[in-house]
């Protein structure tokens, strides 16, 4: 408990330290394409505005000057699941669609691979809007919508349902992300972020009819701090986040085995991400991408105890980016779930577009 406590301490105080008119600091944006709206390569906002080698400005040889460009960090798409560190530029505005479809393949109980117990998907498409307010400093919101589907389950409904589906709005989140340490030479950039998440999805007055499909939110508020950074050595470029995720108690409604509604208090459990990816630009337009992302139970740091049972999801995705325009640029990967803990396993095809004003 103590260690955690450190950790939120220090993601707080370095926050506070940083930026004194910004208590908070948001997490989880793609730096490489909301910075897509600059007119040429070298002004992009993403990757290519990361680290100038000495001798790029200034310089009198042209055989200088190329050498420099070249040492440079590329412009890319960027990580489609871990976070960026270098925030959008002021007054410059980007839009981002994401739409993934995942397959159930089993359950992880509690690391063991079992039975899904019948056959799920799940639709998720997100749009995020992201700003650049003042420099170093971008904010942005996510929304998502969710569909479900349920078939051939093994455990059927009250009334022998068998197949099911609900979609709707899922659970918003506002971040801010404040560069605190510029790229040099030796040093990565450093931001750190702040994000609330709002319980906007549906979690009350479940449905047992509906297979638990129409269960689209958390019904909790998150409150995430913690820090991205990212390198460019070449010829790879290199990115990380460590974040810490509390979540408030949450009352759902539900029905007893005689069909008699209950209410029932949940104290659900924090949580760590830690997420790592790698980029390889193979052209100025193609660059390659891995990425390793994972979530781990943390216990709880302040309330109740919790009454939920704890989770970890480990997972991998290959991907490919194209950098189609200084405006507009794509990627598409697929997300495989490769071990977990009282979770469900997923195989999980992802595109995402954005759009730089």
């Not at 992302?293 to 939920?308: E, H, M, Q, V």
Request: proline share 6%.
């Amino acid at each position: 408990m103590n260690v955690k406590a450190g950790f939120v301490l220090l993601c707080l105080g370095m926050t506070l330290w940083a930026a004194p008119g910004w208590a908070n600091i948001s997490a989880g944006e793609k730096e490489g394409p909301a910075a897509a709206g600059a007119n040429t390569a070298s002004e992009l906002e993403g990757r290519g505005e990361g680290f100038h080698p000495e001798g790029q400005e200034g310089a009198k040889d042209e055989g200088k000057k190329e050498e420099a460009k070249e040492d440079e960090c590329p412009a890319t798409f960027g990580p489609i699941i871990t976070d960026t560190a270098i925030p959008i530029e002021k007054g410059k505005f980007a839009i981002q669609p994401t739409g993934g479809l995942s397959f159930t393949t089993n359950n992880f109980s509690p690391w063991r691979r079992i039975s899904a117990g019948g056959d799920f998907q799940s639709l998720g498409m997100s749009l995020k809007f992201t700003y650049g307010l003042i420099n170093n400093l971008e904010v942005y919101t996510v929304i998502p919508y969710i569909h479900n589907w349920a078939g051939n389950v093994d455990a059927p409904g009250p009334n022998g349902e068998r197949f099911a589906s609900f979609g709707g709005l899922g659970d918003i989140s506002l971040t801010f992300k404040y560069r605190l340490v510029e790229e040099t030479q030796a040093a990565p950039t450093v931001s750190a972020i702040f994000t609330p998440t709002f319980p906007t999805g549906h979690f009350r007055f479940l449905n047992p009819g509906r297979l638990g499909t129409d269960a689209i939110g958390g019904g909790t508020y998150g409150f995430t701090t913690g820090f991205n950074l990212s390198k460019y050595l070449k010829p790879f470029i290199f990115y990380s986040n460590v974040y810490y995720t509390l979540q408030t108690d949450n009352t759902t409604d539900e029905v007893d085995e005689e069909g008699n509604p209950i209410q029932r208090r949940n104290h659900p459990r924090d949580f760590i991400t830690a997420n790592f990816a790698m980029e390889y630009p193979i052209t100025k337009k193609w660059v390659a991408l891995l990425e390793l992302t994972s979530t781990w139970d943390a216990g709880r740091l302040i309330g109740s105890k919790a009454n939920a049972q704890p989770t970890a999801l480990v997972s991998f995705l290959p991907g490919i980016e194209y950098m189609a325009t200084d405006k507009f640029s794509l990627a598409l990967g697929v997300n495989f779930d490769l071990a977990g803990k009282n979770t469900t396993g997923n195989i999980t095809p992802l595109l995402s577009m954005v759009y730089a004003f």
